[in-house]
């Protein structure tokens, strides 16, 4: 259960929502949001490869 604590404290900005207006926003505003998202791929990227490895591992484990 959420407490009264938490209703105080600042929620945190979102950076970009997928499918919102980008017209109002500047060159810069783009790059920065395109740098944020590119970051967010490779993270993603990592994670997927990361439990693809242990999948893979474990089918191997599992068919010998």
Same mark, same amino acid.
């Given at each position: 259960m !959420?407490? @009264?604590d938490d209703d105080n404290k600042p929620r945190k900005?979102? !950076?970009? @929502?997928i499918g919102q207006d980008l017209s109002l926003l500047s060159v810069d505003e783009l790059g920065a949001r395109i740098a944020l998202l590119t970051g967010e791929i490779e993270r993603l990227r990592a994670a997927e490869a990361k439990k693809r490895a242990s999948k893979d591992a474990a089918d191997?484990?599992?068919?010998s």
């Open positions: !959420a407490s @009264e900005k979102i !950076a970009h @929502e191997r484990f599992f068919r």
